[in-house]
Structures are given as structure tokens and as C-alpha cells.
């Protein structure tokens, strides 16, 4: 059993930064593959960075590339997401996922099994 818990959302203006964690409690999470997700209200949930174990390898999506950073640390059992250069369109609630493939896929349902609660991030103009 995995539990993930974010946090660090918030409102901030257009062009500033937060940074997101996720804590992971459970057995695996040391060898576990990691990924943030985001959802806007009537849109489907949206891959947005997933990491390796080891942090050898990351994957972005197009839009937050140069803007966003995927890290972890495991010692902390903890995944971050700093978010920099914010846009009214990142707003979303952001969800961390364990990725039990490995791949670092944006594949919502079939490569990721565990999910925490969202934490809501919201650009204003």
C-alpha cells in the first residue's frame, strides 16, 4: 500500500512560482517511478513530469518545459515540482502518481496505480 500526500499549491500571480511536494508512505517508494498529473474543472486529467527512482531520466510536457522541474529525494520520501513562470493556464489541481511501469509515460490509467488527493494551484492575471 502506498499513501501520497501534496502539498505547497496556492494562488499566486502570473509569472510567479510555487513549488509542489508529494510524501509518499509505504514500502517501495525508494525504487518507484514517479509522475504529476493536472486536471482543470471539464478537462481530462493531463500528464505533466514523471521521474525515475534514481532520477536518471525525467519527461515534460511541451508546455512546461524550461518552466518546470521534477525532483526527488528519497531519503525524504519526497517528490517535488517546482513551478516557475507560472500561466493562468497551469491552473489546475496537481496530483502525484506512482508510476509502476518505470517508463515515465503520460498514460493516466494504464502506467499509474497510486494517487494522492491534489493540491489546487491557481494563476491569476
Known amino acids: 500500500q502506498v499513501q501520497l500526500v501534496e502539498s505547497g499549491g496556492g494562488l499566486v500571480q502570473a509569472g510567479g512560482s510555487l513549488r509542489l511536494s508529494c510524501s509518499a508512505s509505504?514500502?517501495?517508494?525508494?525504487?518507484?517511478?514517479m509522475g504529476w498529473f493536472r486536471q482543470a474543472p471539464g478537462k481530462e486529467r493531463e500528464f505533466v513530469a514523471a521521474i525515475t527512482w534514481n532520477s536518471g531520466r525525467t519527461n515534460y510536457l511541451d508546455s512546461v518545459k524550461g518552466r518546470f522541474t521534477i525532483s526527488r529525494d528519497n531519503a525524504k520520501n519526497t517528490v517535488y515540482l517546482q513551478m516557475n513562470s507560472l500561466k493562468p493556464e497551469d491552473t489546475a489541481v496537481y496530483y502525484c502518481?506512482?508510476?509502476?511501469?518505470?517508463?515515465?509515460?503520460?498514460?493516466?490509467?494504464?502506467?499509474?496505480?497510486?494517487w494522492g488527493q491534489g493540491t489546487q494551484v491557481t494563476v491569476s492575471s
Open positions: 502518481a506512482r508510476d509502476r511501469s518505470g517508463s515515465l509515460s503520460g498514460r493516466v490509467h494504464m502506467d499509474y496505480d497510486y
Open positions: 509505504g514500502r517501495t517508494f525508494r525504487f518507484d517511478a
